[in-house]
């Protein structure tokens, strides 16, 4: 079964500074790996995603991703921090050795940037 | 507006009614899925098909919800005798085969259910 965990809440960050969101993995073969982002009152907006390839994707809005299949996490990263950041963030997983086409999404992370 | 589009956005009814909703996915994504998230979670799965298909149903979904998607375009999700525990935003998603067997789901805006 694949399943994927937000172990924070809640992330606080200074505009300016780097922000991560973290986000761990369980799957039974490689994962593909999503990052969303919702805003209040509306849908998730794709941010970025691992398929295969270079650890380090980058996507939408100056974010990016790190996947470490060591400690099976795929956390979101981004060097400076704007307060038009402040959402919520939505890790999700799909384990396609697990024959589903379902993904799979965490609890959600919200992000807080202070001016 | 090419993106994934669902009516109505909000939808408030009485306990015991029937209510349908509609998403029309991305015209040439052939996979659509319906969520369920409530407040200070995650979106939960419902159902999937691929075209016209329904090849997978979420034991969340009861025998009171159905999901239709008849020609493989637009989908229709039903919930018959609504009860105060289906309040939720219902997110409609869609995506393509794509290189490589799958790409990224993207979201409609949901449909925010208040069941009274």
């Known amino acids: 079964a694949q399943s994927v965990a937000q172990p924070e809440d809640q992330v606080n960050v200074a505009e300016g500074n780097p922000l991560t969101v973290k986000c761990t993995y369980s799957?039974?073969?490689?994962?593909?790996l999503f990052w969303y982002v919702q805003y209040p009152n509306r849908g998730l907006q794709f941010l970025l995603k691992?398929?295969?390839?270079?650890?380090l994707v980058k996507g939408s809005y100056g974010f990016e991703a790190e996947f470490n299949k060591s400690q099976t996490s795929f956390h979101l990263k981004k060097p400076s921090a704007l307060v038009s950041d402040s959402a919520l963030y939505f890790c999700?997983?799909?384990?396609?050795?697990?024959?589903?086409?379902?993904?799979?999404f965490g609890r959600g992370t919200s992000l807080i940037v202070h001016p | 507006d090419t993106g994934v589009s669902q009516d109505p956005r909000h939808k408030i009814t009485k306990r015991g009614q029937n209510v349908t909703f509609r998403c029309d996915p991305i015209?040439?994504?052939?996979?659509l899925y319906w969520y369920r998230q409530t407040l200070g979670q995650g979106p939960e799965f419902l159902t999937y098909?691929?075209?016209?298909?329904?090849?997978?149903k979420s034991r969340l979904l009861s025998d009171r919800f159905s999901a239709e998607r008849p020609k493989g375009s637009f989908s229709t999700l039903e919930i018959q005798r609504t009860e105060q525990g289906d309040s939720a935003m219902y997110l409609c998603?869609?995506?393509?085969?794509?290189?490589?067997?799958?790409?990224?789901?993207?979201f409609g805006q949901g449909t925010r259910l208040t069941v009274v």
């Open positions: 999700a997983v799909r384990d396609p050795a697990g024959g589903s086409y379902i993904p799979t």
């Open positions: 015209s040439e994504h052939n996979r």
């Open positions: 098909f691929q075209n016209e298909a329904q090849l997978e």
């Open positions: 691992y398929i295969t390839g270079d650890n």
């Open positions: 998603a869609s995506s393509s085969t794509g290189t490589g067997g799958f790409t990224e789901a993207f």
């Open positions: 799957v039974s073969g490689n994962p593909y």
